[in-house]
């Protein structure tokens, strides 16, 4: 599978500020690109997914942007509070047959927000 | 509605023994994939299955590994003759028609 690299490896952001995660992905057949969140000892949950049919996509204080030309696609998070801090990692995934795919996955961002 | 269930959530075995690792998807799910997380790492790809069909192992180790998603009950990964690089946790995640895919809580294999 080829990989996604995410960007940066740590990041730390104040109370109320903007979280910014970066990835970028080599193969074009990638369809599919979702976010996952991850706190210790836990199982990653699904944040945000987009397609690539559309550049932004909007979900409560979480934004993805795709860039399909750059092959690249970020996610933002606004007013970024305590709870937020956790690994995020970005993925992606082309489909096949009658599935998708098993996910390519990022190696993760750890994001601190200081109170 | 109940997640995807894997258990058992934590498991130790000696070296040389046999681990078995069991995944529940969610109702009305039928693609199961395991990835493996090992500390401070990204998630990898082992494999994907549908009812009673392997459809990609391409993450899957050639010896020692091998899944299997029965008609009736969980999937089960399971890894004979453990050696310690196996220490990592192994998460389960389950599908509807592909694409969303939700993850179990992980089980903990701990390799002494």
């Known amino acids: 599978q080829q990989q996604v690299k995410q960007s940066p490896q740590s990041l730390i952001v104040q109370k109320g500020g903007i979280s910014i995660i970066n990835c970028a992905y080599e193969?074009?057949?990638?369809?599919?690109f979702p976010w996952y969140q991850q706190f210790p000892g836990k199982g990653p949950a699904l944040l945000i997914a987009i397609r690539p049919d559309v550049s932004e996509k909007k979900e409560g204080r979480f934004t993805i942007s795709f860039n399909k030309s750059a092959k690249q696609f970020s996610l933002h998070i606004m007013d970024s509070q305590p709870g937020d801090s956790a690994t995020y990692f970005c993925a992606a995934s082309s489909r096949s047959g009658g599935g998708a795919d098993g996910l390519t996955f990022g190696k993760g961002t750890h994001l601190i927000i200081q109170p | 509605n109940a997640g995807v269930m894997q258990n058992p959530r934590h498991l130790v075995r000696r070296r040389g023994q046999e681990a078995r690792l069991r995944c529940s998807p969610m109702k009305g799910h039928s693609h199961v994939y395991w990835y493996r997380q090992l500390p401070e790492e990204g998630l990898k790809f082992m494999v994907y299955l549908q009812k009673e069909n392997i459809i990609d192992e391409s993450g899957m180790p050639k010896e020692r590994f091998s899944a299997e998603f029965p008609k009736e009950g969980p999937s089960i990964l399971r890894i004979q003759q453990v050696v310690r690089g196996d220490s990592a946790a192994y998460f389960c995640?389950?599908?509807?028609?592909?694409?969303?895919?939700?993850f179990g809580p992980g089980t903990r294999l701990t390799v002494l």
């Open positions: 193969n074009t057949a990638f369809d599919y």
């Open positions: 995640a389950s599908s509807r028609l592909g694409d969303t895919q939700y």
